[in-house]
């Protein structure tokens, strides 16, 4: 009988070392990295020059038909004639024109006219009554743009007769038309303006001594224009605040005498406030007093 370390022996199986694939060394990765991004970079390049090849076979096919037909690349004219009354430019460099001015119109409404003083007194208005959005943002500003219309019209009317319908039928050039445009522009700002406004932005321009209100230029007479617009409509929203801040302060003192400190003042006096104005007829005293005050 074979001994005990010998039948061990006998029942353990020979161990065999299984082959296992071989790990890739950090070099090998590294070019394998490098391989993809050199494909990579090589599609890049290979597309930039395929798009300046087509650009370069447009340009010379251009170019022969230019050869072709005797005559240039197609283009858009500048300039289509000149005369005695300047300039005149094609149609679509007028149309370029006059959308680029379209981004220039919110400034030009909000600077040189007066519905800067319109819109804040409606605000200030509305705040003074105490109502959050009635009337909302959309009226405000639309009752004010119409008031602002209302009150320009004979600016606007002597602007159309003097500017616009001589240059629309070519009489005058541009440059003539937009001199033209700010003689009446200038005399409505004149008028809205103070001398103290005026006198104010001429000195920080550090302008002559000898200049004049008539002779101010633009850069100084629309901010002084601006200033003078907030002043007024801070002075007609001060008289407005003035009887619903009464109605306000009666209102919180009889409930602060019937104990009802939980109560909103508020919401308690909002009815009287819409009672006031409406038996004052406040919307005609309103608008026709900032109307009235352009007027001047």
């Known amino acids: 009988m074979a001994p005990l370390s010998d039948m061990t022996d006998i029942a353990a199986p020979a161990t065999t070392d299984m082959p296992t694939a071989p790990a890739h060394p950090a070099p090998t990765r590294s070019i394998a990295r490098s391989i993809t991004r050199s494909i990579t970079g090589s599609s890049a390049a290979r597309r930039i020059a395929l798009a300046l090849t087509a650009l370069a076979l447009g340009g010379v096919g251009m170019a ?81 743009l119409f008031l602002t219309f209302f009150v320009m019209g004979p600016t606007l009317d002597r ?22 445009a700010q003689v009446p522009m200038r005399g409505f700002m004149l008028k809205q303006t103070r001398q103290s406004d005026v006198a104010l932005f001429s000195r920080l321009a550090r302008l002559d001594a000898n200049t004049t209100p008539e002779t101010v230029p633009f850069r100084v007479l629309v901010p002084a224009f601006v200033t003078s617009e907030l002043k007024s409509a801070f002075q007609i929203a001060f008289l407005i605040f003035i ?47 900032l109307a009235a005050s352009f007027a001047q």
């Open 64 to 144: 022969a038909y230019a050869q072709q037909t005797g005559g240039s690349p197609a283009s858009v004219p500048l300039i289509i004639g000149q005369g005695a009354g300047g300039n005149s430019y094609s149609v679509p460099i007028q149309t370029l024109l006059f959308f680029t001015a379209l981004g220039f119109l919110p400034a030009v409404l909000l600077m040189m006219t007066g519905f800067t003083r319109i819109v804040i007194v409606l605000s200030l208005m509305r705040q003074a009554l105490g109502t959050q959005a009635a009337p909302p943002n959309q009226v405000i500003v639309g009752l004010s």
């Open 159 to 180: 602007v159309y007769a003097d500017a616009y319908q001589p240059y629309s039928t070519g009489q005058i050039s541009f440059e003539v038309a937009l001199e033209r």
């Open 243 to 289: 009887p619903f801040l009464v109605i306000d302060m009666i209102v919180s003192s009889v409930l602060m005498s019937l104990g009802m400190m939980m109560l909103s003042p508020v919401l308690v006096s909002l009815p009287f406030k819409l009672m006031l104005f409406v038996l004052a007829d406040g919307w005609n005293l309103l608008l026709g007093s």
